[in-house]
């Protein structure tokens, strides 16, 4: 965990880290291509599955897979959030930008290929009345739940393509 700003990420006016009341930064050296990482971070409506902070997704127009401009709702950090897709690279680079109870945010997720995998970053900065008031308990809360999210999508990329784990798991 660091708390730089990653130079590929395109901060929206008003959630840059420097207006910002809370800024998370997380990175994990994954053993896993960007390649077999990107289909997971896609498949948002698969999230729950290795994101234990992730509750009732939802992507307007029924779609699986985020795609640039889509709107998702989901529960996170037991507040529903209303997100829209504002950048997206194929395996390079994913961010949002979301409101919810009291405050407004943005989500970046960058892959880097490395000689082992890839490097994945995650970056989230927040504003709002209700960030700043519970900021020191929202700051930690991000990095060990964003932790833990890096975590598990390096562990479910490890296990092949989401449609084949889904395949597998229906026994074909």
């Known amino acids: 965990m660091t708390s730089s700003t990653h130079p590929a990420i395109r901060w929206p006016a008003g959630l840059a880290p420097g207006e910002a009341h809370v800024h998370t930064v997380n990175v994990l050296e994954a053993a896993v291509p960007a390649a077999a990482v990107w289909p997971w971070l896609l498949r948002a409506t698969r999230w729950h599955e290795h994101y234990g902070n992730c509750r009732h997704l939802r992507i307007d127009g029924g779609a699986a897979d985020l795609s640039p401009s889509a709107r998702f709702r989901w529960w996170t950090f037991a507040v529903a959030v209303t997100t829209v897709v504002d950048?997206?690279?194929?395996?390079?680079?994913?961010a949002w930008r979301g409101a919810g109870l009291g405050a407004r945010g943005y989500h970046a997720w960058i892959l880097e290929?490395?000689?082992a995998g890839c490097r994945l970053v995650?970056?989230?900065t927040q504003r709002g009345a209700a960030v700043w008031l519970g900021r020191p308990l929202l700051r930690r809360g991000l990095l060990v739940q964003h932790q833990?999210?890096?975590?598990?999508l390096a562990r479910v990329a490890a296990l092949g393509h989401p449609d084949a784990v889904a395949d597998a798991r229906r026994g074909r």
């Open 148 to 152: 833990r999210w890096l975590e598990g």
């Open 113 to 115: 290929p490395t000689a």
């Open 87 to 94: 950048d997206l690279v194929p395996n390079e680079r994913l």
């Open 122 to 124: 995650t970056e989230e």
